[in-house]
């Protein structure tokens, strides 16, 4: 079993629509979660941050987290062709060490 | 406000030489940490840099090694460079809030080639 876990899409999106994105991860003990975009060739760039169960909204994106489910999902609303990226979860386990899923690709077509 | 910087930008070596990869964390933060990222893959833990000791390590070979100035600059070396080393190397800073570094911000990275 991988550490975290992500389906890696592609996922196609039409322009306007909902993307969802889920995430799973097996230390019960990880504390903080992120999401984190990138786009080909580029590095990953921070989208949002989570500690606690329950959702967190900026913007068109809402994170959710579930501790005892171990699963941490990101929304993304009103999806755009700039939304057209590897989107990669992300847990700290501890002290900053982060560990990575293998990122889900989107594709938002027109 | 300076974000992360990395250099070089590419760099291209053989098997068996040695690399030097530089980063400069983000304007008030202390903590560098360092991160391999192979195609198609997600990025891997390295190692940490704090108070310019070496905090957490990762799953890597003793050839990768580390330094932390006093200013948080921090270099990242790899010796005896394998075709396998050829990556992203993503170095990212972050604040440490005294329960470790937590929201980390990444650099451009550094693409490395083995040849």
């Known amino acids: 079993q991988k550490e975290v876990e992500q389906n890696s899409g592609p996922l196609s999106v039409p322009e306007g629509a909902i993307a969802s994105l889920n995430c799973t991860y097996s230390?019960?003990?990880?504390?903080?979660f992120f999401w984190y975009r990138q786009y080909s060739g580029k590095s990953p760039e921070l989208i949002m941050s989570?500690?606690?169960?329950g959702d967190k909204e900026d913007g068109r994106f809402t994170a959710h987290l579930n501790k005892a489910s171990q699963y941490v999902s990101l929304l993304i609303r009103d999806s755009q062709p700039s939304d057209s990226a590897t989107y990669l979860c992300?847990?700290?386990?501890?002290?900053?060490?982060?560990?990575f899923g293998a990122g889900t690709q989107v594709v938002v077509t027109p | 406000d300076a974000g992360v910087t990395q250099s070089p930008t590419h760099l291209i070596k053989t098997r068996g030489q040695q690399v030097t990869l530089r980063c400069s964390p983000k304007?008030?933060?202390?903590?560098v940490s360092w991160y391999q990222q192979a195609l198609g893959q997600g990025p891997q833990f390295i190692f940490q840099?704090?108070?310019?000791?070496?905090?957490q390590r990762g799953n890597f070979p003793d050839r990768f090694s580390g330094h932390q100035f006093p200013n948080y600059s921090s270099e990242l070396n790899v010796n005896a460079l394998l075709l396998g080393d050829s990556a992203l190397y993503l170095c990212?800073?972050?604040?440490?809030?005294?329960?470790?570094?937590?929201?980390?911000?990444f650099g451009p990275g550094t693409r490395l080639t083995v040849l």
């Open positions: 989570i500690y606690s169960n």
């Open positions: 840099y704090y108070e310019e000791e070496e905090r």
């Open positions: 992300a847990v700290n386990r501890s002290w900053g060490k982060l560990q």
């Open positions: 990212a800073s972050s604040l440490d809030s005294g329960a470790g570094a937590d929201t980390q911000y």
């Open positions: 304007s008030g933060h202390d903590t």
């Open positions: 230390d019960r003990g990880s504390q903080s």
